[in-house]
């Protein structure tokens, strides 16, 4: 072999290497970027009938790109349905309803809120495929899709309602609850009302369902407690967001906002104090007096409201609280829901649940609050209030000697297990 064959003989080998090198980088830049898109079927009818509801999108990337999809009506309006998502190189497919991304205002005679999704109206559209890779190359498709009988008719939280702006979850049987109305316009696939705090965390809200069915079309309503009848923490106090979201059948979407306030929430908690209850005598004659003296501690987070009769009450042994405040003319000794009151029971009592009962403090251990006119009491966390009554007993009974106890008692919410028959004695009734 020649010297000149040898040296078309190196080039060639040069040229092949080139060649390969060649293909196996820069030449993939010159490949169409985006391929095999597809509609199937180019025309759809979004309005939750079953046919031709969406269509099925293909498409294909020969390398990875930043991918942008977007429709053009006959105006000129772009309507995205991505924009800048981030994609590997592959095969790609999904479903569409004519369903798009937006956060508009939208605001009707009864709602004025947010519409988050909502379906494009009836005509033909261009569509537009877009990517772009790492090295700047740009890869377009178009085509058209027609959209006919859409369901465009946006989904509405009417009249969405909060029944308080400021809300203490704690059981004392004021401002405890918020209740939530609205009046839902379509059928709907989702509907979800949750609480939003600061932090972004989420706390739902379930509907309290009655004759209506959630999602569909009336009036709903949703008793919100924080979760307190669950004996849960609320979440903390502040000021949060009351969101209720809403999508109807062929994906339209949108969302209404409300502002509530949290004091005061936690779950109450209270205890006789070393679970002592102390009785003046083990042996009281018939018509004689039974004194006691208790200690209240409120071991919980929040105030726990109170109410008469005062510590020093004198009942005689057949009477009640509720037959006391009849007869005092004081209606706030009756039961109330929230009320916390210390009681005492006694093993012959075939009436009321521990008949006796009295405050959990004398006026000076608790706190005095006027809200909306009304005057309050509350044992603050942390504090005690003492406790003493006096039972006369001026009736016999059925046995002797009779088991007395005291009890803690939270009015329509319950007793704890460790607060309830605490420290029982037994008495002797006119027997030395």
């Known amino acids: 072999m020649n010297r000149r064959t040898k040296k078309l003989s190196l080039v060639g080998a040069l040229g092949v290497l080139l060649m390969a090198v060649w293909m196996m980088t820069g030449c993939s830049s010159f490949r169409p970027l985006i391929t095999d898109v597809e509609f199937v079927p180019t025309t759809i009818s979004p309005n939750a009938d079953g046919k031709d509801d969406v269509t099925h999108i293909f498409y294909r990337l020969s390398r990875n790109a930043d991918f942008t999809a977007y429709f053009t009506d006959r105006k000129g309006q772009r309507f995205y349905l991505r924009k800048n998502r981030r994609r590997s190189a ?62 465009t008719v946006l989904p509405e939280l009417r009249e969405f309602t909060l029944s308080q702006k400021i809300f203490s979850p ?88 409300r502002t509530l306030t949290i004091t005061e929430g936690g779950v109450p908690r209270a205890d006789i104090l ?65 009320v916390w009151r210390f009681g005492i029971n006694f093993e012959t009592n075939a009436g009321i649940p521990y008949p006796f009962r009295f405050a959990v403090g004398r006026e000076q251990d608790l706190e005095k609050r006027v809200i909306d006119g009304k005057t309050y009491y509350y044992l603050l966390p942390g504090h005690r209030g003492l406790v003493t009554g006096t039972i006369i007993i001026d009736e016999k009974q059925p046995r002797n000697p009779v088991y007395f106890w005291g009890g803690l008692i939270h009015e329509d919410v319950g007793i704890e297990s460790f607060n309830n028959y605490v420290d029982a004695h037994s008495i002797s009734i006119g027997v030395p």
């Open 90 to 151: 592959g095969k790609y497919d999904f479903f569409w309803g004519g369903v798009i991304p937006t956060h508009e205002r939208f605001t009707t005679k009864y709602f004025d809120g947010l519409a988050l999704d909502k379906v494009l109206p009836d005509g033909v559209y261009t569509y537009t495929f877009e990517a772009v890779d790492d090295g700047g190359h740009r890869g377009v498709v178009q085509g058209q899709i027609e959209i006919r009988n859409a369901d």
């Open 274 to 338: 070393n679970g002592v209850v102390d009785f003046s005598a083990k042996v009281v004659p018939l018509g004689g007096k039974l004194v006691f003296t208790s200690t209240v501690e409120n071991i919980g987070k929040v105030p726990i409201r109170t109410s008469g009769p005062p510590p020093g009450t004198v009942y005689h042994i057949g009477e009640n609280f509720n037959t006391l405040a009849k007869r005092s003319g004081d209606t706030s000794w009756y039961e109330q829901p929230g």
């Open 170 to 257: 704690n059981q004392d049987g004021i401002d405890d609850r918020v209740g939530i109305t609205y009046y839902l316009n379509k059928k709907a696939s989702r509907v979800r009302v949750y609480l939003l705090g600061p932090d972004g965390t989420e706390y739902p809200i379930e509907e309290k369902e009655r004759n209506i069915p959630s999602g569909e079309p009336g009036i709903h309503y949703y008793d919100y407690d924080a979760g307190i009848d669950k004996r849960a923490e609320p979440p903390p106090d502040g000021t949060y967001t009351v969101v209720g979201e809403v999508t109807d059948l062929v994906g339209n979407h949108t969302m209404i906002t």
